[in-house]
């Protein structure tokens, strides 16, 4: 962990990286980090919610998209591309 330069009256404090900051025991009592279920099953750490409410409680939902994983939906539904023309991406590498 880098340590915090002090003097000079300005607030200071160390200064984590973020794996330091997700595996610190605060980060572990206020649950922000959750274990999400992958795609293919395996298991993703992930940064829970950061809002803490308890009338309403956030949840962890889906963990985040693989390289590609939507690519072919959003560019048929926000873009309006016909499936030539996404193959004709994939071929060139333009997309994965």
Known sequence: MARAVRGGGDPAGPVS???EAL???EAEERGMVVELQGADGS???AVGP???????????GLPPPRLGEHTDGVLR???LYDPATIAALRVKAAIE
């Open 43 to 45: 298991a993703m750490r």
């Open 17 to 19: 990286t973020v794996r």
């Open 23 to 25: 595996s610190s025991p």
């Open 50 to 60: 950061v809002p803490k409410l308890s009338k309403t409680p956030a949840r962890a």
């Open 77 to 79: 539904e926000l873009l």
